[in-house]
Each structure stands twice: as C-alpha cells, then as structure tokens.
C-alpha cells in the first residue's frame, strides 16, 4: 500500500541529493507543487528527466538544484525560451548543467523501456539528425534480422519519478485522465513514485481511457489541492495564462528571479502558501 503522508514528508523521506528524477506531465497535470518542495528543501546535484521541462524544471534549475537535464524540447509553452536553463547551459549560473537532448519518440521508447527492465530503448529515427553529433548517448546498430540501421539510447530509469494526478483512493491507487503523457511509463520506469492529487475518495470511478496506476506502483499519495498550478487539471481548474507570460519576465533577470524564488517559495510553508503569495502577487501587478 502507498504511503498517504505529507508532500514535505514524502519529498524528504524519497528524494535525495543526487538522485534522477523525472517529474512529468503534458499540458496539464504538471507537478509544480513537487517541484516547489524540493526547491523548498534545497536539494541539489539531481540529474532531471523531462520529455517536455517548462516552468517548473526552470525554476528547479535556476534555484541550483539540478546538474543535468534529459529531455526533448524545453520552452515556456506559447511564450518562449526557459531562460534560466538557457542561463545555466550558456553561462554556468547559478551553476553549470549539462544536457542531452532527444526526439519525441526516443524519450517516450526511453521510458517504455526502463518500464520493461531493458537496457536500451531502439527506434526508426535520427536519420539524417544531427542530435547524435551532440549527444553521444544515441548509438545505432544492425538489426540482427533485416540488416537495418536502428537507433538507440538508453533506457529512463528514475530513482524517483513525481507526477500530479485527480484522485487517489484510500489504499493508494491513483486516477488521473484528460491529456495524458507518459506519466504511466514513468511511474513504471522508477524506483520509487510520488503521487501529489487533488483529492482523496473512497472509490475511483474511473471515465473512459483514464489512466490508473495501483497501488504497488506507488510509495507516496500526498493531498496537496491545486497542485499542478499553474498548468490545470482536468475537471478541476484551469491553466493560468496569464502567469506564464509573466514568468518570462520574471526569469530574464536573475536578481527578479532570486527574488520570486525567495518570496513565493523559500518564505512559504507548502504549496497553500505558494497559492497566497501568489494571488497576491497577480493582484499588485494588475492594480
């Protein structure tokens, strides 16, 4: 049965300096009240694996706790750049990260293949790329069968993956549906599992290709309300546009970052008072 405790407890107890650590989710559900935890706790030298890192994994870089980064497209969804990744990779601050970059279809094969226990995931592709220039983890082989020139690399598997999901029940099996990435893959590819939901039921009635992950997946259920802000959760909120073009001013600047970071994180007990200073925050700048 997955341990039912705190976000502060469940981040202490699991995730630890050094680890790899992917924390995932597409559009919606995207852990950010995880990520605020670890900044929270100043973990560092996490290795991070996102198939798509956005605002969060910037604020997790720029606030120094991760080495490196394994993903395959980073950006501030409909805005631009990351602008702390691109300050760490391009001038070493707050301290120098590097980066392997894949396609799509690798991370998510990458994944698929830490789930399965293999040690490399193989694919059609990159052909003609020039991401094998850059990142040596990409190989090719024959087949043995047919002779044809396949790609490789290695396999995902986190020492802790985070994900943000709707519900769990009371033994620990979680729901979550909408927009799905490859949440479930990563769960099944990890060591240990942090689920963060929006609520605790009884009883999962789950919809239509909704995604469940039992609860011999998971270690940790944490009950933490909005937890995904500002992405949505499906059925429950909506995304919050209007932060995200304000984050691309508030990262540019270091001193305007290290200011949010202290303010809305450091000074904050959990994620209910991220969402207080928050509100304030949205209120002063559209008085």
């Not at 290795?47 to 605002?55: F, G, K, N, Q």
Request: glycine residues 8%; proline residues 5%; hydrophobic residues 40%.
């Amino acid at each position: 049965m997955a341990d039912i405790c705190s976000l502060r407890e469940a981040v202490s107890g699991l995730i630890h300096d050094g680890d790899t650590v992917a924390m995932e989710g597409f559009t919606h559900l995207i852990p950010h009240a995880a990520g605020h935890e670890v900044i929270r706790q100043g973990k560092r030298d996490l290795a991070l694996v996102r198939m798509t890192p956005d605002l969060i994994y910037d604020q997790l870089i720029g606030a120094g706790c991760a080495t490196s980064l394994r993903f395959s497209w980073g950006g501030n969804p409909g805005v631009g750049s990351l602008h702390r990744l691109r300050d760490a990779v391009e001038k070493g601050w707050p301290h120098k990260l590097a980066i392997r970059e894949h396609s799509h279809a690798d991370m998510a094969n990458a994944y698929v293949a830490g789930a399965s226990g293999l040690p490399f995931a193989v694919l059609r592709g990159y052909i003609g790329s020039d991401l094998p220039k850059v990142n040596d983890s990409i190989r090719f082989i024959d087949c043995p069968y047919t002779g044809e020139k396949l790609a490789t690399t290695p396999a995902v598997r986190p020492d802790v993956t985070v994900i943000h999901a709707q519900q769990a029940d009371r033994q620990g099996n979680v729901l979550l549906w909408g927009i799905l990435g490859v949440q479930k893959e990563a769960a099944l590819a990890a060591k240990k599992v942090i689920v963060t939901v929006e609520e605790i039921v009884d009883k999962l009635d789950a919809p239509a290709n909704a995604c469940i992950l039992p609860k011999w997946v998971v270690s940790a259920v944490c009950r933490v309300p909005r937890g995904a802000t500002p992405s949505y959760a499906h059925g429950y909120y909506e995304r919050d546009n209007r932060f995200y073009l304000a984050w691309d001013l508030i990262a540019r600047n270091r001193e305007a970052f290290t200011a949010w970071i202290q303010r809305h994180i450091l000074d904050t007990g959990d994620f209910e008072g991220f969402l207080r200073v928050h509100a304030e925050s949205q209120q002063e700048a559209s008085a």
